[in-house]
């Protein structure tokens, strides 16, 4: 079974302080990796998809990275308005359906 | 672009009755997702319809929920008896494809049952 796990749960981050997310996975083929950004009592965002290790995708102040067992999403000097939790999600190459993270809560204070 | 509406976007219930959830998905949208969250939990995926047809059931909990896709456009989902485990964050997403990119969420529909 496909496995995603999150650090850290929660991210406290002063605006201007840099930070990165892990997501560590375990898929029995990896189609594709996913970021989504999720505000409250909304629905999860699209931000990236990483298809192979060593791929780099970037928005903004996000960055995402990608090896054979984890990716990063690297926060550079975040502003207020990044708070939000941020899920990680995988597809594998048998499947459509995502397998996801439990997230990690980021709140940005100024 | 309207993006994928559920509704209702909150729903209060007593253990034992009926509850019906409803996502339109985005206007060519064949791909249409139903997933959820439990309340400290993972989003899980619960079932995929390609047009009106289910392609893969295998995430839904048990035979009190049941999913339809009538034409191929908006679905439902029944809870029936919801029970109290089944609270949490009801989620629908449309595709064009199975690519993940070109999944579109709802906003979900938080169901508590009581």
């Not at chain 1, 000097?77 to 999600?89: F, G, I, Q």
């Not at chain 2, 559920?6 to 729903?11: A, E, L, T, V, Y």
Request: proline share 4%; with cysteine; net charge negative.
């Amino acid at each position: 079974e496909d496995q995603v796990t999150q650090s850290p749960e929660a991210l406290r981050l002063q605006e201007g302080e840099s930070s990165s997310l892990n997501c560590s996975y375990t898929v029995s083929g990896l189609r594709g990796l996913f970021w989504y950004r999720q505000d409250p009592g909304k629905g999860p965002e699209f931000l990236f998809t990483l298809y192979s290790a060593g791929e780099e995708k970037e928005k903004e102040r996000l960055k995402a990275t990608l090896t054979k067992k984890e990716s990063f999403l690297h926060i550079t000097a975040p502003k207020p308005e990044d708070s939000a939790t941020y899920l990680c999600a995988v597809q594998p190459f048998t499947d459509y359906k995502l397998s996801f993270g439990a997230g990690t809560t980021v709140t940005v204070r100024a | 672009e309207a993006g994928v509406t559920q509704f209702p976007s909150h729903s209060v219930i007593e253990k034992g009755q009926t509850v019906t959830l409803r996502c339109d998905p985005i206007s060519g949208h064949d791909n249409l997702y139903w997933y959820r969250r439990v309340m400290g939990k993972e989003i899980k995926f619960l079932l995929h319809f390609v047009k009106e047809s289910k392609q893969d059931e295998s995430g839904m909990p048990n035979n009190r929920f049941l999913a339809e896709r009538t034409g191929g456009t908006y679905s439902t989902l029944k809870v029936q008896p919801a029970e109290l485990e089944d609270s949490g964050v009801y989620f629908c997403a449309s595709s064009q494809d199975y690519t993940a990119y070109g999944y579109t969420f709802g906003s979900g529909t938080r169901l508590t049952v009581v």
